[in-house]
């Protein structure tokens, strides 16, 4: 995909207690440059240390996850996270002036709103996406939670939990769009069964915790004296079960809020992988450290395509886009000089051609013909060629248009190309094109290795009647 990255506007700041530790946090979004990522700064320690959002640093996912780098720990950056993934950003810089984000009201509404309130811009450079190829299946240890990925031309999850509970009992939440978080999942809140909080109280946890920032689901029955305790320590006298099975701190937005919440979070977490995925995912009662387990096998398959690009699969048994005879429909060339057999694939920006190479190829003859390679000319023309029929396409009589290289740029030849092979060419646009003027890069394949890659530009030039001149000279490239 060539779409641009975003960044923020201009900064904005949020303020509140920490969930866990209970001080006054003030936590400000600021505009980053290109390719910058996500980054934390904590404005409160000496020299103001960054920690990046990677999952590298992920030290903790007990009930929140928390991260640490360059001697600085940032917490519960989850509903932080959610929320710039939700507003559709690529690139910004969190100040943080304590050791975690602002709890608020245990969603991401308030930082939603807040970079509501400034907007986002575009920047120059394109997003990277990984694009899933083959499903992906978790289980963790336990065998309770199960997440798997599958290939989608954009990021989808859904979300199912069910906790035995005769009160929350099972739940599902579904994202189909990135830009429906803000209205479908940003408001959703953080949820804790009421038997849990004590044993939270008692771990010195959530002292930032006062009942307006979490949904508190009863399924046990309560005694007398845990009552008065909470109603103690919450100074919420009027504490109460409501016939939903909750407490009456406050209302459900959604009869799935929880389920949509556990969305939230897994969206802030994935967002550590630090690559926008294209898959679709479905998760079966996911926490933070299954989250963050599922999102290291995704970082590996990205490490491993990095390490070997990303190459066309052909399918001989799959009709092609275009066929010789409808190639020599598009372009003027002609055998010799006609490198291309197939065309499998194309898009807006892109196209995929094939050729086969067989021993009695004419330039065989003369060139090393005891170990015959195919000229590396040859193959930047046949990938000229394939991106000529992209060029070409953009037009409604391509028979009356010529291509002409105006430059050819970065090329690398990384294998040789012998007899039997067959070549894959991908090509894309770099930048739209403009009066003509075409700006491509791709690279050459055989199986999954590149031996060939490079950028070019050419003009497309239109010659009146050009579709009855057969009898002329092919034009020179």
Not at 190 to 208: A, Q, R
Not at 328 to 336: A, E, Y
């Amino acid at each position: 995909m060539s779409d641009k990255q975003k960044t923020i506007k201009a900064a904005v700041t949020v303020s509140g207690v920490g969930l866990h530790t209970g001080a006054e946090v003030n936590l400000t979004f600021k505009p980053a440059p290109e390719n910058h990522g996500y980054k934390f700064r904590r404005t409160d320690l000496p020299g103001k240390p960054v920690v990046e959002a990677t999952l590298e640093n992920v030290v903790d996912t007990i009930r929140n996850t928390n991260l640490e780098q360059n001697g600085a720990s940032i917490n519960t950056v989850e509903h932080t996270l959610a929320a710039v993934v939700g507003m559709d950003i690529d690139n910004i810089l969190i100040e943080v002036d304590g050791p975690e984000t602002p709890i608020l009201d245990g969603s991401s509404a308030d930082f939603i709103e807040a970079l509501s309130k400034v907007g986002t811009k575009t920047q120059k450079e394109p997003r990277e996406y990984f694009n899933l190829k083959e499903p992906i299946h978790y289980v963790n240890g336990s065998g309770k939670t199960e997440i798997i990925a599958m290939p989608s031309p954009t990021f989808r999850i859904k979300v199912m939990v069910d906790y035995s509970s005769p009160v929350l009992g099972h739940q599902h939440a579904t994202l189909d769009r990135i830009k429906d978080f803000k209205k479908e999942i940003s408001t959703s809140r953080t949820f804790v069964f009421l038997h849990e909080l004590e044993d939270l109280l008692g771990g010195n946890l959530i002292k930032g915790g006062d009942l307006d920032n979490a949904i508190v689901i009863v399924d046990k029955e309560v005694n007398t004296a845990t009552w008065k305790k909470l109603k103690k320590l919450f100074n919420k006298p009027d504490i109460k079960i409501l016939k939903e099975g909750v407490l009456n701190n406050i209302q459900l937005q959604f009869q799935n809020e929880p389920a949509r919440h556990k969305l939230l979070d897994m969206v802030g977490d994935l967002a550590l992988i630090g690559i926008r995925v294209n898959a679709q995912i479905i998760a079966s009662k996911p926490g933070h450290t299954t989250n963050i387990e599922f999102a290291k096998q995704i970082k590996a398959l990205i490490k491993k395509k990095r390490r070997k690009p990303d190459y066309p699969v052909y399918d001989p048994l799959r009709e092609p886009l275009y066929n010789i005879n409808q190639i020599k429909k598009i372009l003027p060339h002609r055998s010799p000089f006609l490198f291309i057999d197939k065309i499998l694939e194309m898009g807006e920006d892109y196209v995929i051609g094939m050729k086969n190479v067989t021993m009695d190829e004419p330039f065989f003859a003369g060139h090393f013909p005891d170990d015959p390679i195919m000229p590396g000319v040859l193959l930047v023309e046949a990938m000229a060629q394939t991106g000529g029929v992209l060029v070409l396409s953009t037009v409604p009589d391509p028979e009356n248009y010529l291509t002409y290289f105006a430059k050819i740029d970065k090329v690398k030849f990384k294998s040789k190309v012998i007899p039997g092979d067959t070549v894959l060419f991908r090509l894309e646009l770099l930048s739209p094109i403009r009066r003509g003027i075409c700006h491509m890069g791709g690279a050459a394949f055989v199986g999954d290795k590149m031996v060939m890659q490079g950028e070019m530009m050419a003009q497309i030039v239109k010659v009146k009647g050009i579709a009855d001149k057969k009898s002329e000279p092919e034009p020179v490239h």
